[in-house]
């Protein structure tokens, strides 16, 4: 039948938003839930078989020419790379996937970033994204009072922790100046003494932690001696094993020697939505600035950091001004000005998975997700510590757990992690601690069952007596 004249052709390629978007997207996403099916099915564990050479070659194999002369078509095209990406993928959702700080997304979580990606705001204008940027305002004021008891506390939606890290180094170089000196505990994150080389500061100071937390009476030592300016910075949930420096004597010891202090709370900061683990972080709301990352214990997908302050005006010093997004006759109109809301420019609404995660499930959920996640990992340190094959370093602080097999060297520890890695049977991350090599169990998927742990110890079992 011949269109009437007039009639606009039909977009051979059609959108994800405008009023015909939706129904562009339904038939896909039923091609990319069954790939997603496919490919986990065959992938049939945490991690495909293989070792990094027989899965780049597996890849290869399935994607051919990544730039063919002729199309093979959008559900062609999805089968085939939704399949590949799931077969090959580290999922975070086995339960026998638990080497990194690297979580399962919730459902609704991820659902909600396909609207994001649909509709494809840009947080660097209003007029990008008139109703992003004011779930955006709402969401950040909101969980930075989860931390500060201040009249106008507010937090800036970061990429994760080395983001956060990084712009809590860099306004705290705004406040004092370029001779700012960072003192750190050498639990902290990797990202801490990297931003201050990236920021132009003097090389950061690392102070030893041999129990595995900054000791305050080190850093009081440090303090006394360091000429100021002075930035400390503490951790909230290390990266190796999930401790939480003393907050309230290390703020009490900023305090008496006039320095500031960053907590970087990436992986411990959400405890304080659960009452029962609230008492383990009490002294975050004394921090300068706080990191804070919900995709560790707030399940979202990659990426939702943030870094929190007291008062917004502690973030006057991001402002800046570019005509074509905040012209001053605009912003003095009334149209918000977003771009000291980050070091970014272009910038994807993060905070719409995040606040449908809350909405969903309510403070209560979390908590209960939290609860139970942290439960799980004394419950794996409780059968390691009773077996007579396996050493336990010490009981988890949040759910991080540490053991190694009896009568083993690391080389040989290191190399069973690799075996487990290469064989697909589970992922499990490595921590030095006391000067020897432990095995990490980070336990961050809260539909994990205590069967499936059991699993995860006869597995090791097995493999260390080979």
């Known amino acids: ?115 994001a990606s649909a509709l494809n705001p840009s947080l660097d204008s209003w007029d990008q994204a008139p109703a992003a940027s004011a779930i955006e305002a709402l969401l950040t004021r909101t969980l930075a009072a989860e931390f500060y008891d ?23 170089r705004e406040r004092h100046g370029p001779r700012l000196t960072v003192l750190h505990g050498a639990n902290a994150h990797h990202s801490v003494p990297r931003a201050a080389w990236l920021l132009g500061l003097p090389a950061a100071t690392s102070l030893p932690t041999p129990a595995g937390t900054l000791d305050p009476a080190r850093l009081a030592e ?36 006039g320095a500031d202090l960053h907590i970087d709370a990436a992986y411990g900061g959400l405890l304080a939505l659960s009452p029962r683990h609230r008492p383990r972080v009490t002294g975050l709301g004394r921090a300068h600035s706080l ?3 919900l995709h560790k214990l707030g399940w979202q997908p990659v990426a939702a950091g943030l870094l929190a302050v007291p008062d917004t005006t502690l973030l006057a010093p991001l402002a800046h001004q570019a005509d074509y997004l905040n012209a001053t006759d605009d912003t003095e109109a009334g149209l918000p000005d977003l771009l000291g809301r980050s070091l970014r420019t272009t910038r994807r609404p993060d905070a719409l998975k995040i606040a449908a995660t809350l ?46 097999p009896t009568h083993t060297d690391d080389t040989h520890l290191a190399a069973l992690r690799r075996t487990l890695l290469h064989t697909g049977h589970a992922v499990l991350g490595r921590a030095t601690a006391d000067n020897r090599l432990w095995l990490k169990a980070t336990l961050l998927n809260p539909h994990t069952t205590t069967r499936d742990l059991d699993t995860l110890v006869t597995l090791l079992e097995g493999s260390t007596h080979r």
């Not at 930035?231 to 010891?253: E, F, Q």
């Open 1 to 115: 039948m011949t269109a009437p004249p007039g009639t606009p052709p039909t977009p051979p390629h059609p959108l994800a938003g405008g009023r015909l978007g939706a129904e562009a997207l339904r038939p896909l996403l039923d091609t990319v839930l069954e790939a997603l099916r496919t490919g986990a099915q065959e992938r049939g564990g945490p991690i495909p078989a293989g070792g990094p050479d027989a899965l780049a070659a597996r890849v290869q194999a399935a994607l051919g020419d990544v730039l063919p002369e002729k199309g093979h078509g959008d559900h062609e095209a999805l089968r085939t790379l939704v399949h590949t990406l799931a077969a090959g993928a580290a999922d975070p959702a086995d339960p026998l996937c638990a080497a990194h700080l690297h979580g399962p997304p919730l459902a609704v979580a991820a659902a909600a970033d396909l609207a």
């Open 150 to 172: 201040t009249p106008h506390p507010d937090a800036l939606v970061t990429t994760g922790g080395t983001e956060a890290n990084q712009l809590a180094l860099l306004l705290a």
């Open 222 to 257: 440090a303090l006394a001696t360091t000429p100021g300016p002075v930035l400390v910075t503490a951790t909230a949930g290390t990266t190796d094993a999930g401790l939480i420096d003393p907050l309230h004597p290390i703020a009490d010891l900023c305090e008496h020697h």
């Open 291 to 293: 990191t804070i990352d």
């Open 359 to 404: 909405r969903s499930l309510g403070r209560d959920g979390l908590a209960h997700l939290i609860d139970r996640t942290c439960e799980l990992a004394h419950h794996l340190a409780r059968l390691l510590d009773a077996h007579p094959r396996f050493e336990l370093h010490a009981p988890p602080t949040i759910s991080t757990v540490l053991f190694r």
